[in-house]
């Protein structure tokens, strides 16, 4: 390193951006997180973005510097001398632990700032009560007044997910909004008012989606599944209204299989 | 055959262990029928008839097999010979099974018994990439797959990762600051022959009804205390492994503090020294929570506490804070040993001395003193109260700090020095250093609550955790292996094998676990026996990755025992490194030392004209002081 000339510290450090912008390019235009599907995904997006960027500058640097001493300094065959008593060199040192802090906190700050805003509460809401059970999906609407297996919402609408389970922890997550949160036995028992158990997304685009359980619950876990459809305020609105005259006893609380069972059969026949 | 029986052996801890299960189920049928209750109690989560034996069958082969020997003529008052040597040392091969108190001995024992669990843990996951391999339903139901994935992970962090090296430092740290032996080498051998029990457990639980322990390595409670019987064993199991973790790193801690060669200052140890002192005050402080959460939940299923039940007053989210309280400094405790090996092997194969040493031990402290306030970023999503997340949030991201010091050190003592690539340990030094710095990434981004909140219990994470216990732990492991290998055996391994099963490692680790990230950030959450369709192509090429991965671990078997066996005979030191244990025979003498190491420099003094680590008092009787000055290269390349 002593002996490293300007000319060869340029060379490195254009191989380090040049492998940066590369990586980062092509990375930033994979669409990672699937589909949009929430308004709270878009600034998650943007933070995973940048979190590629400062990954690949890290990644880089460190491949370029690794790359580049094994070529220099690998022992000529038959070599048996030693490499130059360097110890270390202050520095350098307070460089490579000063400047991963700095990007460590920028990296806290910002996230922080996300968080904050993707769990702001917006003016419009409506309350859902997300009900899970081995291996099934009940939704409640108290504004509706009515009870389904499928989350229907109406687009663009914050939604204000009250969750707790019945038996085991589960998870809560439809992958294209991004929201994930455990529903959790015991939040509607005296003490649990400690659970955290509201959880707040907008739906932005319409479509068919799946709410998928994330939490291992036993055998059934992989199935466990429900429809989530996202339509206009006016589809919604028929909808209730249509639910409204099921009985309530009709709802399923649970059944063995799940709701979700045989449903990656219809799709690979799909 | 009296005889057999009545001398500490297999056999008498074979008797042990009947006379053990026996008793635990003699108790538990006497009381229930004295109480006048059912006598066999079968309702799911019951069965005191098979937990009792479940502990005292373990304890009764420890007594068995001598563990308890000493201790008890000591308590009785008989006497007893403090320089009795009759444990200590093997001259054949059945002196690896019995209770031996020779930290070598030990310490091969360790691998050993810990390589038998990497490759049955091993072939779990192939069973879980077979399935997993099409979407649908093919090669087991998911019940079964649950507990595949489950045991796997248990065998691989209790039985094979947090063991192993224990074992390779039991093997090599006494040698490295010139001891000749640990400091309680009793408690050692009880150490040692208490992890087995463990693993035994474990996979008896395979035999139980309900099938094996299916509620995650993780489980969380309720799942686990509503779980049939096989979930007991788990319960049981990690009691054993986590108490000879515990008791190794106490060992640890007194023989680093007080055991260390005249000379050998704080500043003068190897730097795998100092990570076995960072592991152990880790293990020391956090070993007790995950026995504790068991218990707890064991409690709950036996005996109808309510520790985690929410609708008796029990708090569900309070078994993830005990359990996590270790469980995150576990993947330190399986992470800091492997920083010291590839410290060693590093500065070996560079012939050049650490690039800030100090800054590097200073690392690894700091890692310690973080690792115990971060647990909760496996929680974000789990509903705890939601003002721990940012704090959490912060010092995790706060230890990429001490980490990223320790992988910029290493490609600081790269620079200048005389790489010899030429060695498979090395190789696998340089190979963690790829892989790990990705599973770093990947970390810093799940620290991040927004990200987080979308990937957690998803593949990413699957992906996340296997580059740093893959990629990262086995990596260093195969490393350390490689590289002591010869002071272990005495025999030279062969480094084409070596290498064929190093690039082997790596293609089939990146080819197995990067595309985990992509399809657990699109959406397959992990855990799963059946996925959907779209994930189809991916989950093929991840298990085709898997079996190459999977495969090429036998390279690695067949080159270790038939180098033991027919290697060619290994001198005191083949590499040219500078720590006190190549200063000794291939193996070392039974006593490891012909006299007192005495210590006169740092570790890793390459290039240094003149500079030793460590010299020995008949050496300087002899007047080997004087030995010339070792050449070194006039003009640097």
């Known amino acids: ?270 | 055959m009296v005889a057999a029986l009545k001398a500490p052996g297999q056999p008498r801890a074979l008797l042990g262990m009947l006379v053990g299960i026996g008793f635990g189920f003699g108790l538990v049928v006497a009381l229930r029928a004295i109480r006048g209750l059912e006598i066999f109690q079968t309702e799911q989560t019951g069965y005191p008839h098979v937990i009792v034996p479940g502990i005292t069958g373990p304890i009764g082969y420890l007594i068995g097999i001598g563990c308890f020997d000493y201790w008890f003529r000591w308590a009785a008052g008989a006497p007893t010979v403090p320089e009795d040597h009759s444990d200590h040392g093997a001259d054949g091969w059945r002196d690896y099974l019995r209770f031996n108190t020779d930290h070598k001995v030990i310490g091969i024992q360790y691998v050993c018994t810990t390589f038998i669990f990497f490759f049955i843990g091993g072939a779990l996951a192939m069973g879980i990439r077979a399935e997993l391999a099409q979407p649908g339903t093919q090669v087991v139901d998911p019940g079964l797959f649950n507990g595949l994935f489950s045991t796997h992970a248990a065998i691989m962090i209790f039985l094979f990762i947090v063991p192993i090296f224990a074992g390779i430092a039991n093997y090599v740290l006494p040698l490295m600051i010139g001891a000749p032996d640990m400091a309680f080498p009793r408690l050692n051998a009880l150490s040692f022959w208490m992890l087995p029990m463990g693993g035994i457990l474990f996979l008896a639980s395979f035999l139980a009804p309900g099938g094996a322990f299916d509620a995650g390595w993780t489980g969380y409670a309720p799942l686990s205390t509503g779980a049939p019987l096989g979930q007991s064993f788990f319960n049981l199991g990690v009691q054993f492994a986590g108490a000879s973790s515990v008791a190794t790193a106490l060992n640890f801690l007194v023989t680093i503090v007080t055991m260390r060669a005249p000379g050998m200052s704080f500043w003068r140890m190897p730097l795998l020294v100092w990570a076995n002192l960072s592991t152990s005050l880790l293990v020391v402080g956090a070993t007790p929570f995950i026995a504790g959460a068991q218990f707890m939940v064991l409690l709950d299923r036996a005996l109808g506490t309510n520790f985690f039940q929410a609708a008796a007053g029990g708090d569900v989210i309070s078994y993830q804070h005990i359990f996590w309280f270790y469980s995150h400094p576990a993947v330190y405790i399986m992470m800091l040993p492997g920083f010291g090996i590839v410290s060693e092997v590093i500065s070996t194969h560079a012939r050049k001395t650490i690039f800030g040493y100090r800054l590097m031990a200073l690392a690894l402290l700091g890692i310690v003193v973080l690792a115990f306030a971060v647990w909760a970023h496996h929680m974000f999503v789990s509903g705890m109260f939601a003002w721990l997340r940012v704090p959490m949030m912060i010092t995790t991201l706060l230890i990429a700090v001490p980490t990223g010091i320790k992988i910029f050190s290493w490609l600081g003592t790269l620079f200048d020095g005389r790489i010899h690539l030429d060695n498979t340990g090395m190789l696998f030094a340089l190979g963690f250093i790829c892989s790990f710095i990705l599973g770093g990434i990947s970390g810093v981004m799940t620290a991040m609550i927004p990200l987080d909140i979308h990937i957690s219990d998803t593949y990413f994470i699957v992906a996340h955790i296997h580059f740093v216990l893959f990629g990262g732990s086995v990596f260093t492991i195969f490393c350390g292996l490689y590289h002591w290998f010869p002071k272990m055996t005495g025999r030279m391994y062969d480094e084409r094998l070596g290498r064929i099963h190093f690039w082997g490692t790596l293609i089939g680790t990146w080819g197995t676990f990067v595309p985990m990230h992509w399809i657990g950030m699109e959406g397959m959450p992990r855990r799963v026996a059946d996925y959907a369709a779209q994930f189809g192509d991916w989950n093929l090429v991840i298990s085709i990755f898997a079996f190459i991965l999977g495969a090429v671990q036998l390279v690695f078997l067949y080159n270790m025992v038939t180098s033991w066996r027919w290697g060619p005979r290994a001198p005191a030191n083949p590499w040219g490194a500078k720590s006190i244990e190549w200063l000794v025979s291939s193996p070392p003498p039974r006593f490891n030392f012909p006299s007192v190491p005495r210590v006169v420099g740092g570790p890793y003094e390459f290039g240094v004209p003149g500079a030793r680590h460590a010299i020995f008092e008949h050496e300087e009787e002899a007047g080997a002081l004087a030995e010339p000055v070792p050449e070194r290269a006039t003009t640097p390349a």
């Not at chain 1, 291992?216 to 919604?236: D, I, N, P, Y």
Request: hydrophobic letters at 45%; one cysteine or more.
């Open chain 1, 1 to 270: 390193m002593k002996d490293m000339t300007r000319a060869t510290f340029l060379k490195l450090t254009a191989a380090a951006i040049g492998m940066t912008v590369l990586i980062s390019v092509v990375m930033v235009n994979i669409d990672w997180l699937g589909m949009d599907g929430s308004t709270e995904k878009d600034p998650i997006v943007t933070l995973l973005n940048v979190m590629i960027v400062l990954s690949a500058l890290v990644f880089s640097i460190v491949m370029v510097m690794m790359i580049y001493a094994i070529w220099k300094y690998r022992a000529k065959p038959g070599d048996e001398s030693d490499g130059e008593p360097i110890h270390g060199n202050t520095r350098l040192e307070i460089v490579w632990t000063v400047i991963p802090t700095l990007i460590v906190v920028f990296a806290g700050v910002y996230s922080t700032i996300v968080l904050n805003d993707i769990e702001a509460e917006a003016s419009n809401q409506m309350r859902v009560d997300v009900t899970a059970q081995q291996f099934a999906w009940r939704f409640d609407y108290p504004e509706q007044g009515v009870s389904s297996t499928e989350l229907h919402v109406p687009v663009g609408t914050q939604l204000e997910l009250h969750l707790n389970a019945l038996d085991v922890v589960h998870s809560f997550w439809v992958p294209e909004w991004a929201i994930k949160r455990d529903l959790v036995p015991g939040s509607d028992l005296p003490g649990g008012d400690e659970i955290d158990n509201v959880v707040r997304v907008t739906p932005d685009v319409e479509g068919s989606y799946q709410v998928v359980c994330t939490e291992l619950c036993g055998w059934g876990h992989a199935t466990m599944r429900a429809a989530a459809v996202v339509e206009s305020q006016k589809e919604f609105d028929a909808w209730a209204a249509d639910q409204a005259k099921i009985p309530e006893g009709n709802v399923s609380t649970g059944a063995a299989g799940g709701q979700g069972a045989g449903i990656y059969d219809n799709q690979v026949t799909e």
